[in-house]
């Protein structure tokens, strides 16, 4: 089991920002392939780039999100695109706010594990794993 947790690192190049900008694909190759990731930046536009996302290649992605705006709607492509890694991703956001699933639209929204709660990842000693969502209805 390997796990990346991450910070707000930034991965977007575009006309306003320039290459330096980019943090996640120097560091892509230098964390290699993990089992589950907390995505860049609370899965904010600027974060998560295919690069990253391709040489990291989690099973679980987590976003610990908490506003509107998370995911980036270029983010939640690229998490559920059938194009990038080897495998499908069990997505589970932190908190999902119905008003962006009216932003991005429903087929982001039916596609994930969870949509709040704490996510807890119980690892065992032979690196097999669980996820678990709870929040405050949870036992």
């Known amino acids: 089991f390997k796990y990346y947790a991450g910070g707000d690192n930034s991965g977007l190049v575009d006309q306003d920002h320039a290459e330096w900008y980019d943090i996640e694909t120097p560091m892509a190759p230098i964390i290699g392939k993990v089992s ?4 860049n930046h609370h899965s904010n536009r600027d974060a998560t780039n295919r690069n990253f996302l391709e040489v990291l290649d989690p099973k679980v992605v987590v976003a610990q999100s908490w506003s509107t705006d998370h995911p980036g709607a270029e983010v939640g492509q690229r998490l559920l695109s059938k194009n990038i ?10 908190y999902y ?8 639209g429903p087929w982001f929204a039916r596609s994930l594990k969870a949509k709040q709660g704490h996510i807890v990842i119980r690892v065992y000693p032979d690196g097999e794993y669980e996820v678990y969502a709870k929040d405050k209805k949870s036992n």
């Open 36 to 39: 589950a990731v907390s995505l």
């Open 85 to 94: 890694g080897t495998q499908p991703r069990d997505v589970f956001m932190t």
């Open 97 to 104: 706010d119905d008003e962006t699933g009216v932003a991005i």
